[in-house]
């Protein structure tokens, strides 16, 4: 081991993985296992278990899928950004477009990386990340940058004229995911209203911020918009 790599290996960048699709959870998991100045410390299959494990370990780094059950990847990233600033959240996908990188991004992710990224360089974003860097396609930012390329992808996406250009990039909250998520079941606001024990209005009003919040026009547009992007699942049923 040169001196480089060991000076390294004595302080780890401690890793934790979530993904839901086993064999490549364990494909991942393999490689940075290899690597001397990385541990991974766990891994978890699910959005809310994450956090849980996230809180317990307090990993350097979250490799993080965005399509998980329970909460997506946007939503886990929020949170813990919200909870510890300095951990660093690389997205890891199959989903891509700019718009759904430009959500990530203000979520708190380091980095927005496709699935099928070689490892040699995922390995790189992880340590990159792990210093504090942003990673965007092959530029490497730092936080000053981030909010320059953010800004900038705003008002390319929606022209820098629209007043509320930035409100079409709010994140949803956590009732209007789980609103969104009954609309992708096919429910309607009375029957989502009684699920919820809220009243039709409330449900209304949620619905008319996801509109706008996606930039869409009605409530078929926003669910193929979130399953296309993995935000929710057919599957992910709720009990009521």
Do not use: C
Request: glycine share 6%; no cysteine; proline share 3%.
């Amino acid at each position: 081991m040169n001196e480089g790599v060991e000076r390294r290996a004595k302080n780890p960048i401690s890793v934790l993985i979530v993904d839901d699709h086993p064999l490549f959870l364990d494909g991942l998991n393999q490689a940075l296992r290899l690597e001397d100045d990385i541990i991974v410390v766990g891994h978890s299959a699910d959005g809310e278990d994450a956090l849980r494990l996230a809180r317990k370990l307090q990993p350097d780094v979250v490799i993080l899928d965005i399509n998980l059950p329970s909460m997506n990847g946007l939503q886990v990233a929020r949170q813990l950004k919200a909870e510890r600033a300095n951990i660093a959240v690389v997205v890891l996908t199959a989903y891509h477009d700019a718009q759904q990188v430009l959500h990530a991004m203000r979520a708190g992710a380091s980095s927005y990386i496709s699935k099928d990224v070689m490892p040699d360089e995922l390995i790189e974003i992880v340590r990159d990340a792990a210093r504090g860097l942003y990673i965007i396609g092959d530029e490497r930012l730092d936080e000053h940058a981030l909010q320059a390329w953010i800004q900038a992808n705003i008002e390319a996406m929606s022209g820098p004229y629209i007043i509320d250009a930035e409100e079409h990039f709010v994140p949803l909250s956590p009732r209007e995911m789980e609103i969104l998520t009954y609309v992708t079941q096919g429910l309607s606001n009375k029957e989502i209203a009684h699920r919820l024990r809220i009243s039709q209005q409330t449900v209304k009003n949620h619905m008319t911020s996801i509109l706008k919040k996606l930039n869409v026009e009605d409530r078929t547009q926003a669910a193929v918009n979130a399953l296309r992007r993995g935000w929710v699942r057919l599957s992910d049923g709720h009990k009521g």
